[in-house]
């Protein structure tokens, strides 16, 4: 037991302390410092005076609302209507790698629709032997693989492209979430149909008015892509897809069919909408890059950021972020607070997933000076996340999609975050 009542190491003591013991004095930072009475240790307090909420008080828990800042956000200016609109992930206040459904970015083309399990069909037709319809019920009775992934809009950082624009990695790297799916491989239901030798792509499409219709090739539709009804250990949610979503590991979010209705099975791409006029990359030449299916590695430090300011001035000082790549594992991130000059290896918490987000920290002692902090991903196939001048080098700035790049936040001596470039 501690003796809260001791007089705790001084500020000063403290700070000569961490330069010699280093991180591990961390803890000592939240000590009492005073010996002035803490009327919320000495007096009791209402919440131990009477009993609180019984069990069953809410049969569905919601966060406490001293969370509720911790939400979706929309930027009202980007889309024309909310029905056809994306919001942003708050990832500045979140931790670890999963991220809560409730708070996970949405993002439709005519709005989250509402389809039962009873109306739900799926119909896999095309160049196959035998074309099928699947109940809600007959998809629950295929053995069932699990995967963590991340989802990324390829659309993600998409208003950063022409400069420093948005206050917050909620806005600027928030077309993001990573959960934990329960379904039934795709290949599984491919092969009760019977794919034709000539089949060598599928069409995933939606139950929603747009359809969201995409063309993918018959070898990523048979190796990791999941047939998902389960996320984070519940049914999906309305707006991820309820009852039944396509997970595309390591592929761009727009593939991530929700409501999903049909696969077709051809000998060719569709080329559909949403692969053509819309998630292809308008280069400077102007051709257009088609078929960028995966999502390269990238990472952004989460806190502090422009939303996650430091209040608690020089000292301790927790970096975070998170980092991930379509093509596999985060094998290191380094982290700059000098804009780049500079890189020092940050430590990756936990197991780095394949194609999932991967949580890195740097824990360092903050003189309280200015920094200009970066991260930068690396992956298993040693892709190196590049800056985002270099990125604009080679694609110029009529694109949208595919922004990588590094990420700069302006560190100010009062702990105040902003989003800026570093020429
Ligand atoms: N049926 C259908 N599927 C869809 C969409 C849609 O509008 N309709 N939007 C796509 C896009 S562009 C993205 S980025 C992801 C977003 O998934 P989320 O809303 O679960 O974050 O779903 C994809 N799947
Ligand atoms: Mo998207």
Not at 59 to 81: A, D, K, Q
Not at 116 to 145: A, H, N, W
Not at 227 to 246: D, I, Q, S, T
Not at 351 to 379: C, H, N, V
């Given at each position: 037991?501690?003796?809260?009542?001791k007089?705790?190491p001084?500020?000063?003591?403290?700070?000569?302390?961490?330069?010699?013991?280093g991180?591990?004095?961390?803890?000592?930072?939240?000590?009492?410092q005073?010996?002035?009475?803490?009327?919320?240790?000495t007096?009791?307090?209402?919440?131990?005076s009477?009993?609180?909420?019984?069990?069953?008080?809410?049969p569905?828990?919601?966060?406490?609302?001293?969370?509720?800042?911790?939400?979706?956000r929309n930027?009202?200016?980007?889309?024309?209507?909310?029905e056809s609109?994306?919001n942003?992930?708050?990832?500045h206040?979140?931790?670890?790698?999963?991220t809560?459904?409730?708070?996970?970015f949405e993002?439709?083309?005519?709005?989250?629709?509402?389809?039962?399990?009873?109306d739900?069909?799926?119909?896999?037709?095309?160049?196959?032997?035998?074309?099928?319809?699947?109940?809600?019920?007959?998809?629950?009775?295929?053995?069932?693989?699990?995967?963590?992934?991340?989802?990324?809009?390829?659309?993600?950082?998409?208003?950063e492209?022409?400069?420093?624009?948005l206050e917050?990695?909620?806005?600027?790297?928030?077309m993001?979430?990573?959960?934990?799916?329960?379904?039934?491989?795709?290949?599984t239901?491919?092969?009760?149909?019977?794919?034709k030798?000539?089949g060598?792509?599928?069409?995933?499409?939606g139950?929603?008015?747009?359809?969201n219709?995409?063309?993918?090739?018959?070898?990523?539709?048979?190796?990791?892509?999941?047939?998902?009804?389960?996320?984070?250990?519940e049914?999906?949610?309305?707006e991820?897809?309820?009852?039944?979503?396509?997970?595309v590991?390591?592929?761009?979010?727009?593939m991530?069919?929700?409501?999903?209705?049909?696969i077709?099975v051809?000998?060719?791409?569709?080329?559909?909408?949403?692969?053509t006029s819309?998630?292809?990359?308008?280069?400077?030449?102007g051709?257009?890059?088609k078929?960028?299916w995966v999502?390269?590695?990238?990472?952004v430090?989460?806190?502090?950021?422009?939303?996650a300011?430091?209040r608690?001035?020089?000292?301790?000082?927790?970096?975070?972020?998170l980092?991930?790549?379509?093509?596999?594992?985060?094998?290191e991130?380094?982290?700059?607070?000098?804009?780049?000059?500079?890189?020092?290896?940050a430590?990756?918490?936990?197991?780095?997933k394949?194609?999932?987000?991967?949580?890195f920290?740097?824990?360092?002692?903050?003189?309280?000076?200015e920094?200009?902090?970066?991260?930068r991903?690396?992956?298993?196939t040693?892709?190196v996340?590049?800056?985002?001048d270099?990125?604009?080098?080679?694609?110029?700035?009529?694109?949208v999609?595919?922004n990588?790049?590094?990420?700069?936040?302006?560190?100010?001596?009062?702990g105040e975050?902003?989003?800026?470039?570093?020429a």
């Amino acid at each position: 037991m501690t003796d809260a009542s001791k007089k705790g190491p001084s500020r000063r003591g403290f700070l000569s302390g961490m330069a010699a013991g280093g991180a591990a004095m961390a803890a000592g930072a939240v000590r009492a410092q005073t010996q002035a009475p803490d009327p919320l240790i000495t007096e009791v307090q209402p919440w131990a005076s009477e009993f609180g909420d019984p069990v069953d008080a809410v049969p569905y828990g919601m966060p406490i609302r001293f969370e509720s800042h911790v939400v979706r956000r929309n930027v009202e200016w980007l889309t024309e209507s909310a029905e056809s609109s994306i919001n942003f992930t708050p990832i500045h206040a979140l931790e670890g790698t999963i991220t809560p459904q409730g708070c996970a970015f949405e993002r439709h083309h005519s709005g989250a629709i509402e389809l039962s399990k009873q109306d739900y069909r799926l119909m896999i037709d095309g160049l196959v032997e035998t074309p099928l319809v699947f109940t809600y019920e007959d998809l629950t009775r295929f053995p069932r693989k699990s995967a963590v992934a991340f989802l990324e809009c390829a659309a993600n950082g998409g208003m950063e492209w022409g400069g420093a624009q948005l206050e917050g990695c909620q806005f600027t790297q928030g077309m993001i979430h990573n959960m934990e799916y329960v379904g039934v491989p795709l290949r599984t239901l491919l092969a009760e149909a019977g794919v034709k030798p000539e089949g060598s792509w599928i069409y995933a499409e939606g139950a929603d008015a747009s359809s969201n219709g995409r063309s993918m090739p018959l070898d990523k539709a048979m190796d990791d892509v999941l047939v998902a009804f389960f996320a984070n250990g519940e049914a999906l949610r309305k707006e991820h897809g309820y009852p039944v979503r396509l997970v595309v590991p390591g592929w761009e979010g727009n593939m991530w069919v929700k409501w999903l209705r049909r696969i077709g099975v051809y000998d060719q791409a569709v080329d559909s909408r949403e692969e053509t006029s819309k998630y292809t990359d308008l280069m400077p030449d102007g051709r257009a890059r088609k078929w960028t299916w995966v999502m390269d590695a990238k990472s952004v430090i989460t806190s502090p950021s422009p939303q996650a300011p430091i209040r608690h001035g020089a000292g301790p000082l927790v970096i975070t972020g998170l980092a991930w790549s379509g093509n596999g594992r985060i094998a290191e991130v380094d982290v700059s607070l000098d804009g780049g000059v500079n890189w020092q290896k940050a430590r990756i918490e936990g197991e780095a997933k394949p194609k999932a987000l991967t949580r890195f920290y740097l824990d360092i002692d903050w003189d309280g000076s200015e920094m200009l902090l970066q991260s930068r991903a690396i992956d298993e196939t040693g892709y190196v996340q590049p800056t985002k001048d270099a990125l604009r080098a080679i694609r110029g700035l009529n694109n949208v999609y595919h922004n990588n790049g590094i990420q700069t936040w302006w560190v100010r001596a009062d702990g105040e975050v902003e989003n800026v470039e570093v020429a």
